[in-house]
């Protein structure tokens, strides 16, 4: 089976404009995890679905960030009003649900540029 | 609030050496630790997870070792490659989010 998917690749925006990245988690994996990798803070937690659900979203970095999750697979993270700070790479993980298996598999990234 | 570091930052060697790349973390009630590695501009890649009741995984010339009480883990390469250098990355697994707190990495370079 595919692995996690990511999409777009890259994203340059202007800042002040809303982007959506999107995430496909491995099929049957019910654990949903977004990360951020930006220079000079390394990576960072952002919010965890199981299924549907995410019980904390205290790891968003503002309310700017929103992400939801629908059918139990695919996830959208929202950024509105891009800012400059916000370009970063934006990682997805998906994971077994925890308890039976706790590795996280990632994929490739959404390079997010703000301008 | 747990802390991830590995040291060194960066690491330059021969081909053909044995080397170890160092994580210590501050709060031992994690679930697991992993090993990561990462080439420029490139994703993760997995390379060794220990479960927190474990002491150490082999996978090839890779073996990481677990010891939780100390909060250390230590990721053993046997006999460098070029094409072993990327960055290393190590993360413990914790809290009801089941989230990865990242260390900085080690950046590896293997010098042919």
């Known amino acids: 089976g595919a692995g996690v998917s990511q999409s777009p690749s890259n994203k340059v925006t202007e800042k002040g404009k809303d982007v959506e990245l999107r995430c496909d988690p491995i099929?049957?994996?019910?654990?949903l995890y977004w990360y951020r990798q930006s220079l000079g803070q390394g990576l960072e937690f952002l919010i965890y679905f199981q299924g549907n659900s995410a019980p904390d979203k205290s790891g968003l970095p503002s309310d700017r960030f929103s992400a939801e999750r629908t059918g139990g697979s695919v996830s959208t993270l929202t950024i509105q009003r891009t800012q400059q700070e916000d370009s970063a790479v934006y990682l997805c993980a998906s994971s077994l649900e925890p308890g039976t298996s706790y590795e996280q598999y990632f994929g490739p990234g959404t390079r997010l540029t703000v301008t | 609030k747990q802390e991830v570091t590995q040291i060194p930052a960066a690491l330059s060697v021969p081909e053909g050496e044995n080397l170890v790349l160092n994580c210590s973390f501050t709060d031992s009630a994690i679930y697991n630790l992993q090993w990561f590695r990462q080439d420029p501009g490139k994703g993760l890649t997995s390379l060794l997870l220990i479960q927190s009741s474990q002491r150490e995984q082999t996978s090839g010339r890779l073996n990481a070792s677990l010891d939780k009480s100390s909060g250390r883990s230590t990721l053993y390469i046997a006999a460098s490659q070029p094409g072993d250098s990327a960055t290393y990355l190590c993360a413990v697994q914790e809290g009801s989010n089941y989230q990865l707190i990242w260390g900085a990495g080690t950046k590896l370079i293997i010098k042919p």
């Open positions: 099929s049957g994996h019910t654990a």
